[in-house]
């Protein structure tokens, strides 16, 4: 038979004073469970930013291929001063007790150039170990004509 009731979804974030607060939120009328799930908080200023969050996305009969997570996140953006500024982020598998990701990298500002540059290991779990992939990652800006990158050079 054909199920009538789709998926219902809620969308929200709250912004206070510095601090925000963000959920995404999808349950299944079918089976009577929650398919996915986004959450984080956050706070930031001028120089800085930092956020916690959580993923948790399930399997269901109807979407066999879909890939499960949950997944723990840390995020932040620091500004050293106006010409500098560094980002990164873990990413930690709470059923695997791993890690998942980290990325870690850096900008250079000038009046009419900029550059980027980041480094990013995935890991990925194997059943004789794990395997990781490496990516470095280049940007030149220049404004106000365009870009030029490497886009990911994977090692």
């Not at 959580?54 to 500004?79: C, E, G, Q, W």
């Amino acid at each position: 038979r054909d199920y009538n009731l789709g998926d219902m979804s809620n969308e929200m974030q709250y912004n206070w004073s510095t601090w925000n607060l963000y959920n995404n939120v999808t349950y299944s009328h079918e089976f009577s469970k929650v398919r996915e799930s986004s959450s984080r908080i956050g706070v930031s200023a001028t120089d800085y930013y930092v956020s916690l969050g959580h993923t948790y996305k399930k399997v269901l009969a109807d979407l066999p291929n879909s890939i499960p997570a949950n997944d723990m996140d840390f995020s932040f953006r620091y500004t050293f001063n106006e010409k500098i500024k560094f980002n990164g982020g873990l990413t930690y598998n709470i059923d695997e007790s791993s890690s998942k990701q980290w990325r870690f990298g850096g900008s250079y500002n000038r009046d009419c150039w900029s550059m980027a540059a980041s480094i990013r290991q995935d890991i990925t779990p194997r059943p004789t170990g794990f395997t990781t992939d490496n990516t470095f990652f280049v940007q030149f800006n220049f404004i106000p004509f365009g870009s030029i990158g490497t886009g990911s050079v994977n090692q």
